[in-house]
């Protein structure tokens, strides 16, 4: 009878282990699971009309995070400043903003590495001018909004640099979604900004007196890119593939389906499809094999034409007080991370 219950008790006690093993496999009791398990990665979108968003609407994103196990929950910022400090903080886990705050990410040591380029920014970014404003020496001595330390903020600074009108315009440091309002009330007579508001302002007894696309051929790039956290990316790089792959088939069907996209995109934005459709032709959208070029991101062991990108915005950011540090040539070269998309590349020849 004594043996009958040490062996109940035996029997009992590795049931119990068993099952603390099983429990801890699954709920990462040795550490968050690195590749097959069941947790949820935080995306930091932003709401323009490009690939990721695409990939969101269709839902592809989502699907095939859900295919290895990751659950997808999506948070939108207007603004990278916001994003940025979700990421110091380790609230996200990936951001997409525009190039500028990526550069004020890597200079303030956010643990961060940029994986992707969205889009090039063209004619979705620009100056909108009252429609009394014909000329850029019509805005001495004016009030014109657009977001600091953003890709308006840098390309506006650009323009009226070059029209010798630096410190003589009033600029006014405003969140995209309040420039609307100021617009209505005569605050302003001018916006640097980007879609769906330029679009909207223009609406309103406006005109685009330049854009990004402008100063793209003038050799001035701006760009909306993805980050990762660093440490995230290297414990789950499943997850970063997951992502390129659903927004290398938002290019797919953006190529093949343009009118679908844009509906897609539409219902995303809340705009009629063919003003999406103008938009995304509006900027440069680049695929994985793009990405690697030598004019962009270049590969892992030769780094491309956005390392220079990166450090003319930080002299400029630097120049204006937005900067204490400036990062150095290798801490650019290391921030740009084109091994996920090679890693992709070679999966997919």
Do not use: C
């Given at each position: 009878m004594a043996r009958k219950r040490?062996?109940?008790?035996?029997?009992?006690g590795a049931f119990i282990v068993v099952g603390l093993l099983i429990s801890g496999w699954h709920y990462g009791l040795f550490g968050r699971d690195a590749e097959s398990g069941a947790h949820e990665v935080r995306i930091a979108?932003?709401?323009?009309?490009?690939?990721?968003?695409?990939?969101?609407?269709?839902?592809t994103l989502e699907d095939k995070l859900a295919e290895i196990g990751v659950k997808a929950k999506f948070v939108e910022f207007d603004s990278g400043v916001e994003a940025n400090k979700a990421l110091a903080s380790g609230s996200i886990d990936y951001a997409s903003m525009g190039i500028t705050n990526a550069v004020v990410a890597l200079a303030n040591q956010i643990p961060t590495e940029l994986i992707w380029i969205h889009e090039l920014l063209g004619e979705t970014e620009g100056l909108?001018?009252?429609?009394?404003?014909n000329s850029l020496s019509d805005l001495a001595g004016q009030r014109v909004a657009t977001t600091f330390a953003s890709t308006s903020h840098y390309s506006l600074e650009k323009v009226l640099e070059a029209a010798n009108?630096?410190?003589?315009?009033?600029?006014?440091?405003?969140?995209?979604?309040?420039?609307?309002?100021?617009?209505?009330?005569?605050?302003?007579?001018?916006?640097?900004?980007?879609?769906p508001n330029l679009s909207q302002l223009v609406?309103?007894?406006?005109?685009?007196?330049?854009?990004?696309?402008?100063?793209?051929?003038?050799?001035?790039?701006?760009?909306n890119v993805m980050l990762g956290r660093k440490a995230y990316l290297e414990d789950h790089p499943k997850v970063t593939q997951a992502i390129i792959q659903s927004i290398e088939e938002a290019h797919q069907l953006y190529a093949s389906q343009p009118d679908q996209a844009a509906n897609s995109l539409g219902k995303e934005l809340g705009m009629?499809?063919?003003?999406?459709?103008?938009?995304?032709?509006?900027?440069?959208?680049?695929?994985?094999?793009?990405?690697?070029?030598?004019?962009?991101l270049g590969t892992s062991q030769d780094k491309g034409g956005f390392v220079q990108i990166?450090?003319?915005?930080?002299?400029?950011?630097?120049?204006?007080?937005?900067?204490?540090?400036e990062p150095s040539q290798k801490a650019i070269e290391d921030f740009l991370r084109p091994s996920d998309i090679e890693r992709y590349l070679n999966k997919e020849r």
């Open positions: 040490q062996w109940i008790k035996a029997a009992i979108y932003l709401r323009v009309p490009n690939d990721e968003l695409l990939a969101k609407g269709q839902h909108v001018v009252k429609d009394s404003i009108l630096s410190g003589q315009v009033k600029l006014i440091d405003m969140k995209s979604t309040d420039i609307a309002a100021s617009w209505a009330s005569g605050d302003i007579v001018g916006a640097y900004t980007w879609e609406g309103q007894s406006g005109h685009v007196l330049l854009n990004s696309k402008d100063l793209q051929d003038k050799g001035i790039v701006t760009a009629p499809a063919d003003e999406v459709l103008k938009q995304m032709r509006g900027s440069k959208w680049l695929k994985a094999e793009d990405q690697v070029q030598p004019t962009y990166i450090q003319s915005i930080a002299d400029f950011l630097s120049s204006n007080g937005q900067l204490s540090d």
